[in-house]
Nanobody, 123 residues
Framework: QVQLVESGGGLVQAGGSLRLSCAAS????????MGWFRQAPGKEREFVAS????????YYADSVKGRFTISRDSVKNTVYLQMNSLKPEDTAVYYC????????????????WGQGTQVTVSS
């Protein structure tokens, strides 16, 4: 069982930066692939970024590539999402997710999800 708690959301002006954190419980955190997703009002939840526990490979949605960076600290059991050059269209609730055996990390088929943190980017 893994519990995930996101933090770091807030209100920021366009062009600004935020760093989201996702703290995970569980001693085998290092063996979970992690993903960040977001959901804007009236829209489906969409993939943002992921990091594989096996290879360390990272994947990004085209819309955030070059602006967002996912990373993990296995000592602190935490995964981060550094978001730079934020745009109003980045406004959404951001969720982290964990799975030991995710095959396609861009899908929502993760076993564990956090409660989400709101990110609002003003123009």
């Amino acid at each position: 069982q893994v519990q995930l708690v996101e933090s770091g959301g807030g209100l920021v002006q366009a062009g600004g930066s935020l760093r989201l954190s996702c703290a995970a419980s569980g001693r085998t955190f290092s063996r979970y692939s992690m993903g960040w997703f977001r959901q804007a009002p009236g829209k489906e939840r969409e993939f943002v970024a992921s990091i594989s526990w096996r290879t360390g490979s990272t994947y990004y949605a085209d819309s955030v590539k070059g602006r967002f960076t996912i990373s993990r600290d296995s000592v602190k059991n935490t995964v981060y999402l550094q978001m730079n050059s934020l745009k109003p269209e980045d406004t959404a609730v951001y969720y982290c997710a964990a799975d030991r055996n995710i095959v396609v990390p861009t899908t929502t088929r993760y076993d564990y999800w956090g409660q989400g943190t709101q990110v609002t980017v003003s123009s």
